[in-house]
């Protein structure tokens, strides 16, 4: 199923097939048939009655269309959806009709019938993740030695290895994941409480219902319903809002790093992918403009679903009943941008040549903090800093080597001799703990891709 | 067209259909085909070639998911799409085809497309707003004299009118029309600029194109492109979150008004409204929970709109590509609010009996500020407030009338005669200038329905 | 040190002067006097030099007024902070001053600086927490038996317990202070890079100098710096909006059960707490008040910190440093939110018969669901529906018990007896599994209070 | 008075002293003696009376710390505040005490204040818009034939000119500032509506006291009291918004344009700006730093804003006490926002040679269309773009100008002259309407600043 055009940006095709009205519906006849087998097992309704229902409980059958305007009308999809399936049983059966939703109540079906689906969600985005884990891993092992600037405010400052940046992006996807899996744990449990959250309808069996339609349907089982306590659902909006900026930080960087001035990485490109209609030559940030997108709406979604749960006693007005399109638009933005960072990270090209022409254009001036440092023992961190201070400017103004200019300042080369200064602007002497830290950002832990 | 079910809150059908794929493809062919009719009327391309375009420029020839589908590979669905329009002019008259979007860049028809569809939103809100002014003016006219609780804090407070807390909410949401009716005229500009926003490619003409353009559209024109400037829609988003505001807070007053305890309106009820599938005697503010709903989601889709402001340069990496998804839930969550307060506040419910029993259900306490100002000018305020405070105080423990324990204190009783302690109570009496603040609300200004 | 006016409902005492300008300074000379004293006991500087370091670092001869104008100069408040705390070493030790900040960049001192502050955040938060958690299970297991409305969608529906209700907002606060906890553990680690995280300028010893540092302040040592990777400190912001949002939905219940019309509960109320200056009777929800308007900014504050996670490359531009305004701002609503429900908590009066006469003004409408069941054995569900239904609305309608309108319907006396028909309406034989709930959401966990 | 060190990069200090415990007091006072006055005047309250309490509303005599503090027990500043007040002018004369804040509420005073604040906002903002726009007027008129590259997605595009770019910005600045300054008359308007909103503690005389207050205090008079009608107040705070994010769009750029390998533009750096402690050679963009830090926090801090307008009845409980943090946050960093970028657009370093230089690193390849398009007339659009996008990448491959590429194809040369070749890559020659939609963009409206 296609995703639709006004969302065509911010949705995968399979997480647009997730929340389509027929996969909805058929994750609320999920809850349905797993109550009715359950209480059927359990003796609260017949037998006959809970595969009559389970007969009847076909997608097909239903008029979604139907089912949307009287959603609106009765302020919730439950209530019409719970009737049309009543009178789909009652035209084999009328007694069994009425053991339909047995005991539980509209909520119960709708939030189930979410968790449902969220449960499919878990494995699509978590499989991009790991893809990128595994992208990123490979590049930053290949490129530990590969020199390039770091950029600080956008201006060129002391060298970094872009295996070093690629292990940063790993590793802040990967606790980013981890927390999503956290959050998804604490999320995947059953609603099923009843008018007001008590069961009272199921008398003495309510437990044993819940605790066997739990099983039935592969969720967990809350200490209670959760009607009106959302924190669960919010950390899960919150972990993936987490993610979707981290892969965000790496869009950006990457699309800062693709600018023809920069060149120094690029996207994948294919034939329907990165090109213009105007300018046959360009190559397109198309993957990280779509996660740039994605994170980019993400901090106002987030703010929609924690606006929704201050809800009023044991079911809201209004707040509750604006979850709906948040969540889903959160669980497709974070899938649309992991598949999209996913793709970039397999397929980035690496122009270490550009990198290290970058890194010689600044004329030796980002080294200007390191030949302070070796200054400053003999004279001062003070006078070392005014004689560095004055070699730099020059250095910009005549466009000449920072290195050079030290060179014919009398108190420097007392300081320094020629060896000293000739390494001055190597990157590979002045990149102090980054290779430490790229193994600790890489390290293997648990749940983490292995290195290959 | 139906709306989906995750949206099935989110939006009336109208505005579903208007921003369905269809729509949105019928908006872009319309950009299409002005372009190609003004360029050949001003001689820029051959008249043929635009008949032909016009004539290829049907909807029903393209097949949305696809277009779907490749927009997400392309970063936009504008590329795809003049792609196909191509394609199919071709098939007729291969030399047009290459005519097809003369002049123009992918975000000129993204742009127009969506400027194009807000143009017909518009006055489906606005007939809603409409409709809300001039219930709410009949209920304000209806009940100025129709006495009610004030509450602050949600505690009781001194009387009002209904009449004018209706009056409130009607001033408040033809401000909200006003400002929207703004922003809408500010946005309602074509977008037409060529790669960069300069219509290169149009050479001299350019400014021409885009004059006739607008006309043909029947859009204003705008200074010059504004790919990367959207502080227009902005506007549109903000003056939408707002008059949504304003109807929140008329379902907020009207939900708690609601309240079993409370009982003093009623939204209207139908059959397929309003009930609950476990409680069949219940009367549900469903109009109010959907208003409610649109309400709760609206600043975090403010923030995501506001989000993408910061657009670079010419064309935006992200952040562009992430308006339209936010856009069009802004103005559908507008809309259903604006329709279910339509719905509301033109068959509401009013118990002026039972605002009258919970007035006097205080036990005259609500007038101890009346009471101490009365006898403050012979008392002085300090000793007025503790004799008042100490007759509500027990007031409120002996559950007897304030007016009865004031006229149990000597110094009240030198101070207050019988007759004024009898009217203390009289709400009618305490209204001071609500009257006056009422016509001040309702008076006719431009464009504001008029008084039947 | 007092709030600010503008502040005054939005943090506590301790927390304003956490974040106030002596207390940020002193938390950024905590770092330089560490850093200091590592690198002098790792042999990176003199001995000597980091004793005068120490000894300088007074804040009291720090100007914080010239500190925040030449921040907004430099676009960090760092800069100048090193550089006025060369200047007192120096008027010590010239040399010494060379020292100062050796190997660290801006950020580094920032970032800390923030950190050292969040660790003594974290138990003046969870403190309150804590006494919120342990006075709701005294409430919960008082009123384990005291029955109320339960309320949907603001309307009277079938019974609860205050106790369930209770332990419902409990194990919601437990659940946010156990997210708050893990996320406070992954945010208290140093930061420490050096100008673009390699700590380039201290050659071999960068990593030892940063596990030292860590030890030395208490903290955590991350994988590697982070200047440019918030995703920890954003899942504390997050966390913290979710806590707070459940102490907001604990403020929303009761200031609505505190309505007069209803009133349920009430606040505790001092002779500064929770009066009007005009209407001395009032009992106003001032600490409902308080956690409310803390919940209310936070969807917003979390959506401006999670627009500053796309950093660029190794510093951000604008983004890092909009930062700190909304991470105090969120620590301190929390704990003003925490605080206020503290108080709230420990000093709920419940007025358990008020509660009951609530559930009998319903007339025993909101047992129609027991009844439809009761009667669904014998009758079929569409036929129990019609008769309770049509029982149901002449109760309202006749202002009658709805038990006594069905026992004038001849089907349903046939089949219940008198002594159901006279039970229908005890709130007590409706509950379901409303206690084994409410013992599951207070069941004992690692870390949480016990019951007494 | 300094700005906080958190908020330093927050605000100016000019709006940091206009918040201040002491700005904000003050305010207070001009309402409770304006209002003493005019109810003087009136006849309401003895003449004597408002005398004295003109005289005791001395701030310096107001203990802050003490207001804020008893805020925050009381759920408001205002009523601890008229608290002291009548207790100071009860020092004098106790019955004059008494008719102090005589028929106002505690949110007339707030609210009031707060306006009466941002009267005094509103010209300190407008200035420094004025500012931009006079500079960027001035930029665009010197720079109108300064060609430079277009860039979409970060990628190189057809020229544009300088001059066109700083109209753009400048036009979105003035119909942001248009947009403000609509929104502050509207918002200039008292509060006075006493408890509930009917002032009826003044019987006849409410209207006549709110027309002389508003007059009193040069404030507009509003239709009635809007204590819970805020949506005044929240366009307020979004045209701020979106006037902040304008800022931030040209902080944006110009931050982009500063990039070492950009080069193109260079804030103005000064002593205390722009320098690295550690790099002293950097030229870092801190004026854009400042603005896109506001400009990143703005959208949160609507949405907190319009949170806040779902208010309940006749008082809100928690949403209007949630305002004030949120309103002067944004005024402050509208405020920073706009006086930094009134800084950089007036100090602005524009190398137009380092812009043209980048167009030639192209190769040419940005005229791909602009050859397309000479070549589709004779040869089909089809037909075009295949040589040309074979001539591009050959430009790419090769490193060699498009021109030359196209010069070797004889298909090519067959249509187009050496001439036509030779003008293909000049800048010049290929600006559409550039420099129409800058004077356009430019022109003088209603209180724009003239081209002088």
């Not at 949705?11 to 109550?35: G, K, Y």
């Not at 994941?177 to 998804?184: I, M, N, T």
Request: proline share 4%; with cysteine; net charge neutral.
């Amino acid at each position: 199923m296609p995703v639709r055009l006004i969302d065509s940006l911010a949705s995968t095709e399979p997480l647009a097939e997730l929340f389509s009205d027929n996969s909805i519906l058929r994750a609320m006849l999920a809850f349905e048939v797993a109550l009715a087998r359950v209480e059927a097992r359990l003796g609260v309704i017949p037998r006959a009655a809970a595969e009559t229902i389970a007969t009847a409980a076909d997608s097909g059958r239903f008029d979604t269309a139907e089912l949307s305007r009287k959603a609106l009308r009765a302020g919730t999809p439950s209530i019409s959806f719970v009737k049309m399936l009543r009178q789909i049983v009652a035209a084999t059966d009328e007694t069994a009709a009425g053991f339909a939703h047995w005991g539980a109540t509209s909520q119960d079906v709708s939030d189930t019938a979410l968790v449902i689906l969220l449960k499919r969600v878990q494995p699509l985005i978590e499989a991009d993740l790991a893809r990128i884990e595994q992208a990123l891993h490979t590049l930053s092992e290949k490129h530990s030695n590969t020199v390039m600037l770091g950029r600080t405010l956008l201006q060129a400052a002391p060298p970094i290895t872009f295996g070093l940046k690629a292990a940063g992006w790993l590793a802040a996807i990967r606790r980013g994941r981890e927390r999503l899996s956290r959050a998804f744990a604490e999320v995947l449990v059953i609603q099923f409480g009843g008018a007001v959250g008590t069961l009272a309808a199921l008398g003495e069996e309510g437990m044993n219902v819940a605790q066997e339609l739990a099983v039935e349907l592969g969720l967990g089982l809350p200490d209670a319903p959760w009607h009106t306590h959302r924190d669960r659902l919010a950390a899960l909006v919150c972990a993936s809002a987490i993610v979707t900026g981290s892969l965000g930080k790496v869009a950006r960087d990457i699309s800062l790093l693709m600018q023809n001035e920069v060149g120094e990485l690029t996207e994948p490109q294919s034939e329907d992918r990165g090109g213009s209609s105007t300018m046959p030559h360009k190559r397109n940030p198309i993957g990280c403009t779509v996660a740039l997108a994605a994170a980019n709406r993400m901090p106002g979604l987030v703010a929609s679903y924690l606006s929704a749960i201050l809800q009023e006693h044991e079911r809201a007005v209004g707040a509750w009943q604006s979850e709906w399109p948040t969540v889903v638009a959160v669980m497709q933005a974070t899938g649309v941008a992991a598949a999209s960072v996913a793709e970039i990270s397999e397929g980035l090209t690496v122009d270490a040549d550009r990198m290290r022409k970058n890194l010689s254009a600044t004329n030796g001036t980002i080294y200007a903090e390191k030949a302070t440092i070796l200054l400053s023992g003999r004279l001062g961190r003070d006078q070392a800093n005014r004689l560095v201070e004055r070699a730099a400017k020059q250095a910009v103004v005549k466009n000449r080597q920072l290195a050079d200019m030290l060179g014919e300042i009398p108190e420097v080369v007392r300081c320094l001799d020629t060896q000293t200064l000739e390494r001055l602007s190597l990157p590979e002497d002045y990149l102090g703990s980054a290779e430490i830290f790229r193994q600790r950002l890489l390290q293997n832990r648990p749940g983490i891709p292995k290195k290959d």
